[in-house]
């Protein structure tokens, strides 16, 4: 089906951006200037709250219309069967499983050895606990995980942007697709080609805002919590970022080079979706810079269109590290000590827990309330770290992305198909 040629989606914004400067650069420029706003003029920078929340939006809006429209196509017009797919699941899971797994090891042994909790006290909140109590109650179960994955509404899980129930619909779908003959299936596999050409194009356009929603998202934060924000709990965020660290270098690099990756064009590509990811602090606004970065870098649009997505659900590893730290910080903070065998049970909690994060509003604090409510722990112990967590939610959301694109090229290895994407992305590049 030569009318069916994946088409890439155009270079990023700024390779020679406006002024000569390029886009990784103007979004330095964009965070230095949002700091300097929030910390010279704390009073006003809560007005730059609307143009962060315009970029915001304006990702949001194109998620759905782009992921529907490549997983499909990946998956009807290239003639890959329901066994595929499985297969392709199947391999993802487990490796989404290890990885994870390794995550939650490291934050754990990282907090017992530095110990940021001991000699904190945690003041009870009585109004806090409450409002924790209630995030507790929402804590999703396997169950219940299962249930949200299947909409009852693709119009629904459009409007909320609830990108596990778009997968498993278009998955349905493309399988449905590839099942009909003649003209049926051609019209619509067209359409929806078109209409990802298109929404690549409407990238394009909304990453050129993209360093101005960036910068007034750091001027807020600074604005409302001061330089300080850098400064409290350093102990708990120096272990956070120390951790990480240590799992990129002792998981995600050997992960990397076991499987055969380019390691210096990889992270020249990843290196603008995860400054987006790290800024925001949000993988929406980087998700649709990754889909460009992963099939430029030789991933299959069909690999790329499923693997990413499913990790924001599956493949958290920023955040499961960061959930095993906090957990046993309030613990440390309030002076309870939890033998290891009751970390251990926590810990498989977190991970099973944790595959729900995606579905849930408020999703780390509902998975970790939920896992304090049910080992005994003060709920009052997230208002403390609630001073520093947009500092801790920037790099835990920074490394999930960057975990992610790992695990898409690793998959795109392991199906032996890696480098397929690459003609295609470097004809029209």
Avoid at 44 to 55: C, G, T, Y
Avoid at 147 to 167: G, Y
Wanted: proline share 5%; hydrophobic share 55%; charged share 10%.
């Amino acid at each position: 089906m030569a009318h069916l040629s994946v088409s890439t989606a155009p270079a990023p914004p700024g390779k020679k951006g406006f002024l000569g400067i390029g886009f990784s650069q103007w979004i330095l420029i964009s965070m230095v200037v949002g700091i300097l706003i929030g910390w010279l003029a704390p009073d006003f920078a809560p007005n730059l709250k609307p143009f962060a929340n315009i970029f915001l939006r304006m990702i949001k809006s194109l998620i759905v219309p782009l992921l529907f429209s490549t997983l499909v196509v990946g998956i009807a017009g290239h003639g890959d069967d329901m066994k595929k797919v499985g297969k392709l699941a199947l391999r993802s899971i487990i490796y989404f499983e290890i990885v994870t797994t390794l995550a939650l090891a490291i934050g754990l042994v990282a907090v017992n050895l530095v110990k940021p909790g001991v000699g904190l006290q945690i003041a009870p909140d009585v109004g806090a606990g409450e409002e924790f109590q209630a995030l507790a109650s929402k804590t999703p179960t396997f169950a219940s995980v299962l249930e949200h994955t299947v909409p009852q509404s693709f119009f629904e899980a459009a409007a909320q942007n609830e990108v596990l129930q778009i997968v498993f619909f278009a998955i349905l779908f493309a399988v449905a697709l590839a099942r009909v003959e003649g003209d049926s299936k051609t019209v619509m596999l067209n359409w929806l080609q078109s209409l990802s050409d298109i929404m690549f194009k409407f990238v394009g356009i909304v990453m050129a805002y993209a360093p101005i929603g960036i910068g007034a998202a750091i001027g807020v934060t600074v604005g409302k919590s001061g330089l300080e924000v850098m400064l409290n709990l350093a102990k708990l965020v120096g272990t956070l970022y120390v951790s990480l660290v240590v799992f990129i270098l002792v998981v995600l690099l050997p992960v990397a080079l076991i499987a055969r990756i380019n390691i210096k064009r990889f992270w020249s590509l990843v290196k603008e979706p995860w400054l987006i990811a790290f800024s925001t602090a949000s993988s929406e606004a980087a998700f649709p810079q990754a889909m460009q970065a992963m099939e430029k870098f030789g991933v299959p649009r069909r690999i790329v269109s499923f693997v990413l997505p499913t990790g924001y659900s599956f493949n958290l590893d920023g955040s499961t590290l960061y959930l095993a730290i906090a957990s046993v910080f309030v613990a440390q903070a309030a002076g309870i000590d939890m033998p290891i065998g009751q970390q251990l049970l926590m810990m498989l909690t977190l991970m099973l827990t944790s595959k729900g994060v995606a579905a849930v509003p408020r999703a780390s604090l509902v998975i970790l309330s939920g896992a304090l409510a049910q080992f005994g722990l003060p709920l009052e112990g997230i208002a403390v770290i609630l001073g520093v967590d947009a500092i801790m939610d920037m790099a835990r959301t920074s490394v999930n992305l960057l975990g992610n694109c790992l695990a898409t090229a690793v998959m795109a290895r392991w199906e032996g198909v890696l480098g397929e994407g690459e003609p295609e992305a470097a004809a029209q590049a």
